[in-house]
């Protein structure tokens, strides 16, 4: 073998043998590092556990694939009181790691500071107005005998916000039902169906984020 192949082979080994000697990253780490570990806190008698990942994510490092088990060691008050808060959900630490292996640990993560690790709250949902377009009479003379009810109307709808943003389109189908997305608002909602002299009277309408508000349109068919 070539002493530049030795040479090559002798750093790989050292450097494998530095990384199993120094363990995950962050171990050895001064008093002085702020990093952020976030993982499951778990209480047991007289002290609690992290669990997760066995480096920080922040700053993100190279990590074994593997889940640690950190004695959590609080060194302020706010730790030390966030800490039976927290416990049984996720949490965001900071703090750093120290050697400390036992049975149960894989070493010592002290901390300065607990959060709660709250994930964002989901993006609201769709929302709009939805309801019927009905015309009426549709017939000239309502009879108990010989009901008249309005009929549905398949037509195109605008819905126009207050603010004098672009107007919003929409069209019911053949049974008068419509669905149309806007953004929260107030608006107000007209049918263009070329009905009677009553015409079809215009809805105001506020719009809340993530639900759809009703509304029903009523056409005159200008039957008598």
């Known amino acids: 073998m070539s002493i530049t192949r030795l040479a ?13 000697v120094a363990g995950p990253a ?17 209480r047991h008698a007289r002290h609690f556990d992290y669990s997760g990942s066995a480096c920080p994510v922040d700053p993100a490092v190279m990590c074994p694939m593997y889940v640690a088990t950190y004695r959590i060691v609080p060194v302020t008050r706010q730790a030390a009181r966030a800490l039976p808060r927290v416990a049984g959900s996720t949490a965001r630490l900071i703090g750093h790691l120290q050697s400390g292996r036992d049975a149960q640990h894989q070493g010592k ?11 964002p709250p989901p993006p609201p949902g769709k929302s709009g107005v939805e309801g019927t377009v009905m015309a009426g009479p549709t017939c000239p003379v309502v009879r108990p005998d010989k009901p008249c009810p309005d009929r549905p109307v398949e037509t195109e709808l605008r819905l126009a916000p207050a603010n004098g943003s672009q107007t919003i389109t929409g069209h019911s189908g053949a049974d008068g039902r419509f669905r149309i997305e806007a953004p929260a608002g107030h608006y ?27 509304a029903d349109v009523s056409c005159d068919t200008g039957i008598r």
Not at 26 to 42: D, F, I, L, M, N
């Open 109 to 119: 993560l002290v901390v300065t500071r607990v959060e709660a690790n709250n994930p």
């Open 8 to 20: 090559r082979y002798g750093a790989l080994v050292a450097l494998m043998l530095g990384t199993l």
């Open 26 to 42: 962050g171990a050895g780490a001064s008093p002085a590092a702020r990093e952020t570990w976030v993982g499951q806190v778990q």
């Open 188 to 214: 107000q909602l007209t049918a263009t169906y070329a009905s009677g002299p009553g015409g079809c009277q215009p809805v105001d309408l506020d719009v809340r984020a993530g639900r759809f508000a009703h």
